[in-house]
C-alpha cells in the first residue's frame, strides 16, 4: 500500500472478461515499490475493458456490454463508488451508451458527462453523469462514414475520445478512416459538434492521443503502420498541423506489429508508447520548443501484447498490462533520461487491458 501516511493509492485494472468471471479489480499500490496488491474485484460485467476515473468523487466508470430487446450486443457503462479507506467499490448502476460495444471511455474536465468509442459500431456518444454519479441518459451520438485503404479500414472505427484539458474540443481517432476528427463540446446541450478533422497518413490507422502538458502539442498513436504523429495544438480554434511521424519499432525489425497506447510524462519531458508483436515499450524524449521526437529506448514488457499502459501518479514508474500475457508489470522509471527499468514486481490476472491510479 501506499507509505505516506496521509494519502492512498490504488490502481483499478480492467480487462476481457465474460459476464460471471473476474474481469474488474481493485488494486492497493505500493508507491515506494510500484507493487500491486489485489484486493477486490468483481464478475458482473461483460468486457469491461476500459476505465475512467471521478477523482474528487471517487467513483469509477467502466465500459462494459449488455443485450438489447432483440439480442443484439450493445455498449453500456458501469458507475461503481469506491471507499477512500479500502479502495473497493460498489456498483451504483449500468447503462446503455451506443448501439454497438463500446471500446474506450473518457470523462470530461466537468465530470458530468461521460464519452464512449465504438469501434465496431463507427460512433461515439455523450450521455450525462448524474449528480449522484450514477450513468445517465444518452444525450447525442455521431456516427462516422467512410474508409481507408487496408482491408480492416472498409469502415469506420472511432477507437477512443479525449476531451481537450479546456474542454472545449474532443478528438477522435479513427483507425477506420486514418483521420483524427475534432468535435466542439457543447455541454450545455449535451451535444458532440463536429468542427475540423487531421489527416494520417493512408493505412495509419489512429488508435489514442495524448496531451502535451502545455497545451501546445498532441501526439496519436497509430496502430496500423506502428508510427507516432506529433502534432502542433490549436486549443483556441480547435485544429491541429502534423510536424512529425516517427517509427515506433527498432530499425531492421521485420516481425508483425500493432500499436495500442501512448502517454507523456507529467513534466513534458519523455513520451511512451505500448507496440503489440514487439512487446514493448518504445521510448522518445521530447523537444519541448518543436514538440518533435527523439528515440531514446525500446524495453520489452514481459509479456505478450501489452495492450494498455499508465504511468504512476509521481511518474516513478510505468505499469504495463499484457492481455495476452496475463499479467501487469511494474517498470521503474528515471525521471531524467525516461528510461525504464523492470522491478520485478508483476501481477498475474487474466487478459488485462487498461490502467488507471487514484490517489485519495
Given at each position: 500500500?501506499?507509505?505516506?501516511?496521509?494519502?492512498r493509492?490504488?490502481?483499478?485494472?480492467?480487462?476481457?472478461?465474460?459476464?460471471?468471471?473476474?474481469?474488474?479489480?481493485?488494486?492497493?499500490?505500493?508507491?515506494e515499490?510500484?507493487?500491486?496488491?489485489?484486493?477486490?474485484q468483481?464478475?458482473?460485467l461483460?468486457?469491461?475493458?476500459?476505465?475512467?476515473?471521478?477523482?474528487?468523487?471517487?467513483?469509477?466508470?467502466?465500459?462494459?456490454?449488455?443485450?438489447?430487446?432483440?439480442?443484439?450486443?450493445?455498449g453500456?457503462?458501469?458507475?461503481?463508488?469506491?471507499?477512500?479507506?479500502?479502495?473497493?467499490?460498489?456498483?451504483?448502476?449500468?447503462?446503455?451508451?451506443?448501439?454497438?460495444?463500446?471500446?474506450?471511455?473518457?470523462?470530461?474536465?466537468?465530470?458530468?458527462?461521460?464519452?464512449?468509442?465504438?469501434?465496431?459500431?463507427?460512433?461515439?456518444?455523450?450521455?450525462a453523469?448524474?449528480?449522484?454519479?450514477?450513468?445517465?441518459?444518452?444525450?447525442?451520438?455521431?456516427?462516422?462514414?467512410?474508409?481507408?485503404?487496408?482491408?480492416?479500414?472498409?469502415?469506420?472505427?472511432?477507437?477512443?475520445?479525449?476531451?481537450?484539458?479546456?474542454?472545449?474540443?474532443?478528438?477522435?481517432?479513427?483507425?477506420?478512416?486514418?483521420?483524427?476528427?475534432?468535435?466542439?463540446l457543447?455541454?450545455?446541450?449535451?451535444?458532440?459538434?463536429?468542427?475540423s478533422?487531421?489527416?494520417?497518413?493512408?493505412?495509419?490507422?489512429?488508435?489514442?492521443?495524448?496531451?502535451?502538458?502545455s497545451?501546445?502539442?498532441?501526439?496519436?498513436?497509430?496502430?496500423?503502420?506502428?508510427?507516432?504523429?506529433?502534432?502542433?495544438?490549436?486549443?483556441e480554434?480547435?485544429?491541429?498541423?502534423?510536424?512529425?511521424?516517427?517509427?515506433?519499432?527498432?530499425?531492421?525489425?521485420?516481425?508483425?506489429?500493432?500499436?495500442?497506447?501512448?502517454?507523456?510524462?507529467?513534466?513534458?519531458?519523455?513520451?511512451?508508447?505500448?507496440?503489440?508483436?514487439?512487446?514493448?515499450?518504445?521510448?522518445y524524449?521530447?523537444?519541448?520548443?518543436?514538440?518533435?521526437?527523439?528515440?531514446?529506448?525500446?524495453?520489452?514488457?514481459?509479456?505478450?501484447?501489452?495492450?494498455?499502459?499508465?504511468?504512476?501518479?509521481?511518474?516513478?514508474?510505468?505499469?504495463?498490462a499484457?492481455?495476452?500475457?496475463?499479467?501487469?508489470?511494474?517498470?521503474?522509471?528515471?525521471?531524467?533520461?525516461?528510461?525504464l527499468?523492470?522491478?520485478?514486481?508483476?501481477?498475474?490476472?487474466?487478459?488485462?487491458?487498461?490502467?488507471?491510479?487514484?490517489?485519495?
Open positions: 500500500m501506499n507509505t505516506n501516511p496521509n494519502t493509492t490504488y490502481a483499478y485494472i480492467g480487462s476481457y472478461a465474460e459476464a460471471g468471471t473476474p474481469g474488474l479489480y481493485a488494486c492497493g499500490y505500493n508507491t515499490t510500484g507493487e500491486l496488491t489485489l484486493i477486490d468483481t464478475d458482473i461483460q468486457n469491461p475493458t476500459f476505465l475512467a476515473i471521478d477523482a474528487p468523487a471517487k467513483r469509477l466508470y467502466a465500459i462494459t456490454e449488455e443485450a438489447d430487446a432483440t439480442g443484439q450486443r450493445v453500456a457503462a458501469a458507475a461503481f463508488s469506491i471507499d477512500e479507506e479500502s479502495g473497493r467499490f460498489t456498483l451504483l448502476n449500468k447503462a446503455v451508451t451506443v448501439a454497438s460495444p463500446t471500446c474506450h471511455i473518457a470523462l470530461d474536465g466537468t465530470r458530468r458527462h461521460l464519452m464512449v468509442a465504438s469501434y465496431r459500431g463507427g460512433m461515439i456518444g455523450l450521455s453523469v448524474e449528480p449522484d454519479g450514477r450513468v445517465g441518459a444518452s444525450s447525442d451520438v455521431r456516427q462516422h462514414a467512410g474508409g481507408s485503404v487496408r482491408p480492416v479500414q472498409n469502415q469506420p472505427h472511432p477507437h477512443s475520445v479525449f476531451p481537450d484539458p479546456a474542454d472545449r474540443y474532443a478528438l477522435v481517432p479513427d483507425l477506420g478512416l486514418d483521420r483524427i476528427l475534432v468535435y466542439k457543447d455541454l450545455a446541450n449535451g451535444k458532440l459538434l463536429p468542427h478533422e487531421a489527416y494520417l497518413e493512408p493505412g495509419a490507422g489512429p488508435r489514442h492521443f495524448a496531451y502535451h502538458p497545451q501546445r502539442y498532441g501526439y496519436v498513436i497509430n496502430e496500423l503502420d506502428s508510427t507516432v504523429a506529433a502534432f502542433a495544438y490549436d486549443g480554434a480547435g485544429t491541429l498541423r502534423k510536424l512529425q511521424t516517427v517509427s515506433t519499432l527498432p530499425d531492421g525489425y521485420e516481425g508483425s506489429s500493432a500499436c495500442a497506447d501512448i502517454h507523456i510524462s507529467a513534466d513534458g519531458r519523455y513520451l511512451y508508447g505500448s507496440n503489440r508483436g514487439h512487446d514493448s515499450i518504445v521510448v524524449r521530447i523537444d519541448e520548443s518543436a514538440g518533435t521526437l527523439t528515440l531514446v529506448e525500446h524495453t520489452s514488457t514481459r509479456g505478450g501484447h501489452p495492450r494498455n499502459f499508465a504511468l504512476s501518479p509521481d511518474g516513478r514508474f510505468l505499469l504495463a499484457n492481455r495476452d500475457g496475463n499479467n501487469v508489470v511494474t517498470f521503474a522509471r528515471d525521471a531524467e533520461t525516461g528510461r527499468q523492470p522491478t520485478g514486481h508483476e501481477l498475474k490476472l487474466s487478459k488485462p487491458v487498461c490502467v488507471k491510479f487514484l490517489t485519495v
